[in-house]
C-alpha cells in the first residue's frame, strides 16, 4: 500500500528470518539510450559518449521523447523516483512488515544500458547518503564528486 492509499507494488523485496532480519526493497528503473539527449547516427555512436561521461554530466542529461519524465536524470530521480520509492517506504504496511528489522531501502535505475545508478533511502522516506555509480570510483554527494 502506497502513503496515498493506493495499491502499489515494489519491483523486488527480499526479507530474511533470524539472525539477521533484513527486510531490502529495490525499485529498478530503466531509461533506454534512444530516450537520452546524445548525439550521434546510431545506438554505438551514443553508447560510446555514454560511456566517456562523468557523474555530473550523466544527472545533467536531457531526457528526450517521452512524456513522462521530467527534463533530465536528476530531476527524474529528485522528483518521481524519489516520490515512488518514499510512498512504498512510509506505507503501513511496510511500516508494519518492517518492524524490528534491518531495513534497506534503493532505487536502482540504469541508464542506456551502459550504467547503474543506485541510491538508498532510508525508513523515514529520505535519500540516506551518496548516490553512485555501480563499478565507477566517482560519488557524488550533494552535487559534489568525490
Known amino acids: 500500500m502506497q502513503g496515498n492509499g493506493q495499491r502499489g507494488l515494489v519491483d523486488f523485496l527480499v526479507e530474511s528470518d533470524p539472525p539477521n532480519r533484513r527486510y531490502t526493497m529495490i525499485e529498478f528503473k530503466n531509461i533506454q539510450i534512444d530516450y537520452l539527449d546524445l548525439r550521434g547516427d546510431s545506438r554505438a555512436d551514443k553508447a560510446e559518449q555514454l560511456v566517456a561521461m562523468s557523474w555530473p554530466q550523466i544527472l545533467k542529461l536531457r531526457i528526450i521523447r517521452s512524456n513522462y519524465h521530467p527534463n533530465t536524470i536528476e530531476e527524474w530521480l529528485e522528483g518521481q523516483i524519489h516520490e515512488q520509492l518514499r510512498s512504498y517506504v512510509t506505507s503501513p504496511t511496510v511500516r508494519a512488515e518492517s518492524i524490528g528489522k534491518n531495513f534497506r531501502a534503493y532505487a536502482v535505475v540504469i541508464?542506456?544500458?551502459?550504467?547503474?545508478?543506485?541510491?538508498?533511502?532510508?525508513?523515514?522516506?529520505?535519500?540516506?547518503?551518496?548516490?553512485?555509480?555501480?563499478?565507477?570510483?566517482?560519488?557524488?554527494?550533494k552535487g559534489v564528486v568525490l
Do not use: A, C, T, Y
Not at 114 to 138: A, C, F, P, Q, T
Open 111 to 141: 541508464i542506456g544500458s551502459r550504467h547503474i545508478l543506485i541510491r538508498e533511502m532510508d525508513n523515514n522516506g529520505e535519500w540516506k547518503g551518496d548516490s553512485r555509480l555501480v563499478g565507477r570510483d566517482e560519488r557524488i554527494v
